[in-house]
């Protein structure tokens, strides 16, 4: 399958079953992902694997950051979740919104990598993303943010993930304006 291929036909599965790529199996994904590009090669990501009771602490933690009194269940909704993690690099050159965009990328591009190795994956994110509670709980240092979570699981069989409506490039790939059209 092409790259192309691939990308054309990436959907997020919000429901997926219970199996889930070992970590042998992540290891060489994430390596690709890295290949993202990266202005002065700073790597200002990392990734944090949950699994087992590491989703009840991050559902004790989501419910401390919304104030509820039972825990969330939502980290449970797969057995494999991956904090999507930008960790700030000093630099005069590469701002700190650009440090993050290479952290997305590589969570997008590790969500392709997944999808075409046969897993359903869905990035979720949430409010809750940038509380006290939910860094405390993925150990984040000062100089983290926390962008979100993939949810990592087998495909249901017989089931589809649906399909988004195409993307009218055209429209969306524009000229840049001539001298006096501004």
């Given amino acids: 399958?092409?790259?192309?291929?691939?990308?054309?036909?990436?959907?997020?599965?919000?429901?997926v079953t219970e199996d889930a790529p070992t970590r042998e199996q992540l290891l060489p994904l994430i390596e690709a992902?890295?290949?993202?590009?990266?202005?002065?090669?700073?790597?200002?990501?990392?990734?944090?694997?949950?699994?087992?009771d590491d989703r009840l602490a991050l559902g004790a933690a989501i419910a401390k950051?919304?104030?509820?009194?039972?825990?969330s269940g939502k980290p449970l909704r797969a057995s494999l979740l991956i904090g999507v993690v930008v960790s700030y690099r000093r630099s005069e050159?590469?701002?700190?919104?650009?440090?993050e965009a290479v952290a997305s990328?590589?969570?997008h591009t590790l969500s392709l990598l997944l999808d075409e190795a046969g897993w359903g994956v869905i990035w979720r994110?949430?409010?809750y993303t940038r509380s006290r509670a939910v860094a405390a709980a993925h150990g984040l240092a000062e100089n983290e943010q926390l962008l979100g979570w993939l949810y990592v699981g087998?495909?249901?069989?017989?089931?589809?993930?649906?399909?988004?409506?195409?993307?009218d490039a055209d429209a969306l790939l524009t000229r840049m304006p001539q001298r006096g059209e501004r």
Avoid at 33 to 52: C, F, K, Q, T
Avoid at 65 to 71: F, V
Avoid at 93 to 99: A, I, N
Wanted: proline content about 7%; cysteine-free; charged content about 30%.
């Fill in 65 to 71: 950051a919304n104030g509820d009194d039972e825990p």
């Fill in 154 to 167: 087998g495909k249901p069989e017989g089931k589809d993930a649906g399909r988004r409506a195409p993307v």
């Fill in 105 to 107: 990328g590589v969570a």
């Fill in 125 to 127: 994110t949430g409010g």
């Fill in 93 to 99: 050159k590469v701002p700190r919104w650009e440090q």
């Fill in 1 to 15: 399958m092409s790259a192309l291929e691939a990308v054309l036909r990436r959907t997020s599965w919000s429901k």
């Fill in 33 to 52: 992902a890295g290949r993202v590009a990266d202005h002065s090669s700073l790597r200002p990501w990392r990734l944090i694997e949950l699994r087992g």
